[in-house]
T-cell receptor, first 113, second 111 residues
Framework: DAGVIQSPRHEVTEMGQEVTLRCKPI?????LFWYRQTMMRGLELLIY????????DSGMPEDRFSAKMPNASFSTLKIQPSEPRDSAVYFC???????????FGQGTRLTVV | GEDVEQSLFLSVREGDSSVINCTYT??????LYWYKQEPGAGLQLLTY?????DMKQDQRLTVLLNKKDKHLSLRIADTQTGDSAIYFC???????????FGSGTRLQVQP
């Protein structure tokens, strides 16, 4: 398995633009997590899904952020409109029912200018 | 609160042992983890320990768990320059699959 795949690896966008981050979890995993990493706040959980259903979205900063999981092999995290303070590395991770750990993707480094 | 605390920085010489410490928040946490992050990369699981264990050893890695003090440590024996990275501890609360991470400890290994 190629592991958790995120795209793009890097994204630079202007303030006010819409940004969509993508994630393909490991095949067969039924949990998917979105985390954000910044120097100031470290690694924060944004949202996680189980069997494509959002279980906990309490970490989503505000209405500008939305996440979807239309099927078991794909998830998106969308920011609209983007702001400079959204600049961070966004990680997607997945886990299976029998896994105790989460497997992380390489992350998407987002820069909003 | 839900703060997992770690010291920010540790510097050791190659060949020495490294000990990275972590204080977690919830004594009922079921699993505790150590992840490693190299520059520009995602998080890689190093090891984890179940909450009913006191110690776990895996090659050069030794995890110690003190449930009374909610203290977790990671010892790396014979530290190598390739061990230079950021190390995160994380806890998993009962009934919750998501992990709560500490702020990370940057380990610098001097040749």
């Amino acid at each position: 398995d190629a592991g958790v795949i995120q795209s793009p690896r890097h994204e630079v966008t202007e303030m006010g633009q819409e940004v969509t981050l993508r994630c393909k979890p490991i095949s067969g995993h039924d949990y998917l997590f979105w985390y954000r990493q910044t120097m100031m706040r470290g690694l924060e959980l944004l949202i996680y899904f189980n069997n494509n259903v959002p279980i906990d979205d309490s970490g989503m900063p505000e209405d500008r952020f939305s996440a979807k999981m239309p099927n078991a092999s794909f998830s998106t995290l969308k920011i609209q409109p983007s702001e400079p303070r959204d600049s961070a590395v966004y990680f997607c991770a997945s886990s299976g029912q029998t896994n105790t750990e989460a497997f992380f993707g390489q992350g998407t480094r987002l820069t909003v200018v | 609160g839900e703060d997992v605390e770690q010291s920010l920085f540790l510097s050791v010489r190659e060949g020495d042992s490294s000990v990275i410490n972590c204080t977690y928040t919830d004594s009922s946490s079921t699993y505790l983890y150590w992840y490693k992050q190299e520059p520009g990369a995602g998080l890689q699981l190093l090891t984890y320990i179940f909450s009913n264990m006191d110690m776990k050893q895996d090659q050069r890695l030794t995890v110690l768990l003190n449930k009374k003090d909610k203290h977790l440590s990671l010892r790396i024996a014979d530290t190598q320059t390739g061990d230079s990275a950021i190390y995160f501890c994380a806890e998993r609360f009962p009934g919750r699959r998501a992990l709560t991470f500490g702020s990370g400890t940057r380990l610098q290994v001097q040749p």
